[in-house]
């Protein structure tokens, strides 16, 4: 058991600490449940791109989805090979888009048809052949929160498949567009095969469509999504996964791309706060800690529940709400949740906190990020210190008029 006592004593409260072994672990299964077929696992670096983590996957062998340039940067940075890697998003500006193609990364995914021009006008301008997907949206129902639900018309990503044929055949006719893979991915923490298995079917029928037009597509790429166990929740089997892909592919010699993020990187991370006070509200109880929304989000942003574990030895539970100091009613962990009396200093450690944990955090009420920390075998090592004040002025301060 890892010893949080000892990485606070270190690196002080809160933390956010990262099991590398897990990581590994979570990368080797995913690989082996692909062995069937030539395949690409690009770790999703929004989930957590402290680079450490990503390097961490780069020597793996992993690729790097990527959202935005500065993703791309921090992938490259930490040792992923530009060939390896995707850059994804609805709304990539010209720089970027520049960027990327100077770069010359594996592809990137186009979500409009707009989008397609401006890609095409800049690879023009830098007389070079731009290496593109589509990303298809097959209008299915991925059955998760509806904020990370992706794949139904009414939400903005990707084209429907109408629209993809047409711009498949407008880059086969482009002297400056490659089309080297298709796309999708329907949503995020995905607790049910149903939809990805159907999502597969449609897109991989749509492949075959477009082979038989000759455009020779080298990459099919099923998105990311694969939930994990926040609250004890059954979710998607490897091996079915895997299958249900690879049934869809008889025949056709093209390499396999997953892009996961909080599958590989969820379940490896814990959030450790102190506690700070206990307070009573007439009949409600308040256990205030010394971490609060800015530094984990997602209980209050997605109702997401996070197991919470109390580091001290008091066997008694009732119910409590554990709240940061932000001045917000939203600043929560967890509501109603049965657990010990704490006292000024106890630890609490917040499960489940490795994805979209730090990556979502913001200096809101001038709180600087928490350090972050990685656990590997025995060792634990820090990978991002705190931020400190001169850190969060950094940017203003020169700007100040008395
Ligand atoms: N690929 C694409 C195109 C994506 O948009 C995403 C996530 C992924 C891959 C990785 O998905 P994953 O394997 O991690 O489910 N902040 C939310 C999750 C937002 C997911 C956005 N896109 C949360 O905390 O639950």
Do not use: W
Not at 54 to 59: D, M, P, R, T, Y
């Amino acid at each position: 058991m890892t010893n949080f006592k000892n990485m606070v004593d270190s690196y002080g409260s809160p933390l956010f600490a990262y099991d590398f072994d897990y990581m590994k672990n979570q990368y080797e299964e995913l690989k082996e449940a692909f062995r069937a077929r030539k395949s690409l696992i690009c770790y999703a670096v929004k989930a957590n791109s402290n680079l450490s983590v990503i390097s961490h996957f780069a020597k793996m062998g992993a690729g790097a989805d990527c959202v935005s340039i500065g993703e791309v940067k921090r992938a490259i940075m930490a040792g992923i090979p530009k060939y390896k890697i995707i850059f994804s998003g609805v709304g990539k500006s010209d720089s970027e888009i520049k960027e990327a193609l100077k770069l010359d990364i594996l592809m990137i995914n186009l979500e409009s048809e707009a989008e397609m021009t401006r890609v095409e006008l800049v690879a023009k301008e830098l007389n070079m052949k731009a290496r593109i997907s589509v990303r298809v949206n097959p209008n299915v129902d991925p059955l998760t929160h509806p904020y990370i639900s992706t794949g139904l018309h009414k939400n903005k990503f990707g084209v429907d498949i109408n629209t993809a044929k047409r711009m498949y055949i407008k880059a086969k006719n482009s002297e400056f567009l490659e089309a080297v893979g298709v796309h999708f991915h329907i949503g995020s923490q995905l607790t049910k095969l149903a939809p990805i298995a159907e999502s597969i079917k449609i897109v991989s029928s749509f492949l075959r469509n477009l082979k038989a037009l000759k455009i020779n597509i080298k990459f099919f790429d099923v998105g990311g999504g694969i939930g994990i166990d926040y609250e004890g929740e059954k979710t998607i089997e490897l091996y079915d996964y895997a299958q249900s892909i690879f049934m869809n592919l008889t025949g056709l010699d093209i390499t396999v791309i997953c892009e996961p993020g909080r599958f590989l990187v969820g379940n490896s991370g814990y959030f450790v706060t102190k506690v700070l006070y206990e307070k009573q509200n007439e009949d409600k109880r308040f256990i205030i800690v010394d971490g609060a929304m800015n530094d984990l989000v997602r209980p209050t942003l997605y109702q997401a529940y996070h197991k919470i574990e109390v580091l001290n030895d008091n066997k008694e539970l009732s119910k409590a709400d554990v709240v940061g100091p932000i001045c917000e009613s939203g600043d929560y962990f967890a509501k109603d949740r049965e657990l010990p009396q704490t006292a000024h200093n106890d630890l609490l450690v917040i499960k489940s906190a490795g994805a979209y944990g730090f990556t979502m955090s913001s200096n809101y009420n001038t709180r600087g990020r928490v350090a972050e920390i990685a656990i590997e075998g025995n060792e634990t090592r820090i990978i991002r210190k705190r931020e400190s004040f001169d850190n969060m002025i950094a940017l203003e301060k020169d700007y100040l008029c008395n």
